[in-house]
């Protein structure tokens, strides 16, 4: 293990009920109160919407005026707790940072957090140094049988933004990393979805062969810490998509949100 992340607060536990309008999440805590969550996660969740879900919460501090109560933390899938926040992962690489454990990350001056480059882009951390590094984070969840993980889980156009801004600030003598971290352990490498978000994967190819470099680490979810485990390599190279769209059809009733309800 890297690095062990305690979450800020306790988590309760419960049952997913529905995920309503794609940031709402309703949930029956086991102490018996229904209650509607922030589901930080913009993508489709793809596999993970499941009714009857094993589910754990974070409270929102009482000094806070966010109308939601309560932020969708956890979430059980195939047996696994499995990360659901996927703002989570920025805290952790902050810390993970931070502590300079990671071989090509470790030297700098000053480490912060979104700064504004490019046009119209914030990049999650940029390390001060002789040459300024530039690292963004790119959180996914999505793991088919293969043992590979996939990002995005659907159409990011800002996510194939960040490629090209990081693109650019290489090309002008700058580092770059994107970092991917997937919030559960049992994945051997990191792909870009062709299926997904084809030109998220050609951009990918793209920004590596002019020197953005990609990176991943797998994080164990506990439900006291996000524990990241080891680093697992990237494969930006084609692959054919038969076989994915057949795990795809599997998930995709357990994806997705409801435009109904709360």
């Known amino acids: 293990m890297l690095l062990r992340v305690p979450h800020p607060w306790p988590l309760l536990p419960g049952r997913l009920v529905a995920r309503y309008k794609r940031f709402i999440a309703e949930i029956d805590l086991e102490s018996g109160e229904r209650i509607r969550a922030h589901c930080v996660n913009p993508g489709r969740m793809e596999g993970q919407v499941r ?10 501090p009482a ?21 659901a926040n996927t703002v989570a992962p920025n805290r952790v690489v902050a810390d993970l940072l931070a502590a300079r454990v990671l071989p090509g990350l470790k030297r700098f001056g000053q480490l912060r957090s979104e700064v504004a480059y490019a046009e119209r882009s914030r990049v999650d951390f940029l390390l001060d140094g002789a040459t300024p590094h530039y690292v963004e984070v ?22 194939t933004h960040h490629l090209h801004a990081l693109r650019e600030v290489v ?22 979805s062709i299926l997904h978000d084809p030109a998220f994967a050609e951009a990918a ?32 190279a084609a692959y054919d998509t038969a076989p994915h769209a057949r795990w795809q059809a599997k998930k995709l009733p357990w994806s997705g949100w409801r435009n109904d309800g709360p």
């Not at 009714?51 to 929102?60: K, L, N, Q």
């Not at 790119?138 to 156009?157: E, I, M, T, W």
Request: with cysteine; aromatic share 8%; proline share 7%.
């Open 51 to 60: 009714p009857g879900a094993r589910a754990w919460v974070s409270p929102v």
């Open 63 to 83: 000094a806070s005026k966010r109308k939601l109560r309560y932020t969708w933390e956890l979430v059980e899938e195939d047996g696994r707790i499995v990360g």
């Open 138 to 159: 790119k959180n996914c969840h999505l793991r088919y049988p293969d043992a590979r993980g996939y990002f995005p889980d659907s159409v990011s156009a800002r996510a």
């Open 205 to 236: 190819r793209e920004a590596g062969a002019a020197g953005v470099r990609f990176r991943a680490v797998t994080i164990q979810a506990t439900l006291d810490s996000l524990d990241v485990m080891r680093e697992i390599p990237v494969e930006l």
């Open 171 to 192: 090309e002008a003598g700058a580092k770059a990393t994107v970092l991917f971290t997937i919030q559960r352990p049992d994945v051997e490498a990191i792909r870009p």
